[in-house]
């Protein structure tokens, strides 16, 4: 029988992804000793205080165990945090070292929304493909440049770490480590009992553009509030280094260190953006926004639109839209 740590950090983090990870593995387990007549994982909570107190303490979680009383595990599931991330990186450098030392011993390791921030504390991410909330997103990036962070994806695999996008989706990712630590049968039986949908692949059509603008270059910042102001015209990128008298290559190495995107992917969304919102809320066809956004070519719009939300903007609209209801 394999171990399972599912871990209770120190410090107010979500308490939703420790309960649902137990539940969902928890069932997955009595499932397979009806089928089998045995189990596949001894489960336990495990962290560095006796009991851990959430929303004030209005809800509180008492682990089986301390992490030093864990030998060894085979699977390690790190659930969300708060939005303190460097408080929660430092209430939680035992946790962190421990995670290294059963990474090195073989676990594999499962961080939900953003706990990804505890595992990449621990340098295990280094090199790695990770996803975390995308509202997360600018935050990690600058607090763990090694990473390779994919915020458009809900799951990344790589080489027994795992990691996923955010909020309730980290059911998905649970549903995923079941069919790889159980089987299919059993994952579907889950994603039946508790209504996840499965294979979900992407977050992408959840994110919200907001701008990086958390940053010191003046300069680029101005330019953003420009482009923010004016998508819907044709907006050349020479036109925008000319007008704010910056060299055309310098312009965009500025603009792609401070907010993390060229300024032609930055255009493009804000005008998605701005095309979500009309989308979801306006009787108007996809025709008119396209062109309202500053597109005349259909087949391109669709293209842009689909690569930053995972899915056409006719599909976009038939899932967001209340007035179609």
Avoid at 147 to 153: A, S, Y
Avoid at 310 to 319: A, D, F, I, L, Q
Wanted: proline share 2%; aromatic share 12%.
């Amino acid at each position: 029988m394999k171990h399972l740590t599912i871990i209770v950090p120190e410090g107010e983090n979500n308490l939703s992804s420790i309960v649902g990870t137990y539940k969902l593995f928890s069932r997955a387990n009595a499932y397979w000793k009806e089928k089998h007549n045995e189990l596949v994982f001894e489960i336990q909570l495990a962290g560095i205080s006796k009991q851990v107190d959430f929303y004030e303490g209005l809800f509180s979680v008492k682990p089986h165990t301390s992490i030093s009383d864990i030998l060894k595990t085979d699977l390690i599931i790190i659930p969300s945090l708060n939005h303190n991330y460097p408080k929660a990186i430092l209430l939680n450098e035992e946790l962190i070292s421990w995670l290294l030392k059963h990474r090195k011993e073989g676990a594999e390791i499962a961080s939900i929304c953003t706990g990804a921030f505890l595992l990449a504390a621990s340098g295990i991410l280094d090199g790695k493909s990770c996803s975390t909330h995308w509202s997360a997103a600018e935050d990690f990036g600058k607090l763990f440049p090694k990473v390779k962070l994919q915020t458009d994806h809900l799951i990344t695999d790589e080489g027994g770490i795992y990691t996923n996008g955010g909020a309730y989706s980290f059911l998905n990712l649970i549903i995923y480590l079941i069919e790889k630590h159980f089987d299919r049968q059993t994952a579907i039986y889950c994603s039946k009992v508790f209504q996840i949908e499965p294979d979900r692949k992407s977050q992408s059509a959840f994110s919200i553009f907001r701008g990086q603008k958390n940053h010191e270059d003046e300069v680029v910042k101005e330019v953003q509030n420009y482009i923010e102001q004016n998508f819907r015209e044709k907006i050349s990128i020479e036109e925008l280094s000319s007008r704010f008298s910056v060299g055309r290559r310098n312009f965009d190495r500025r603009f792609i260190k401070a907010t993390g995107n060229s300024p032609i992917e930055y255009i493009q969304r804000v005008k998605v953006e701005s095309a979500k919102k009309s989308l979801e809320v306006s009787r108007k066809t996809v025709s008119e926004i396209m062109y309202e956004v500053g597109y005349s070519d259909q087949k391109a719009f669709r293209e842009v639109f689909r690569r930053f939300t995972g899915m056409s903007p006719v599909e976009y609209k038939g899932r967001y839209n209340k007035n179609l209801l």
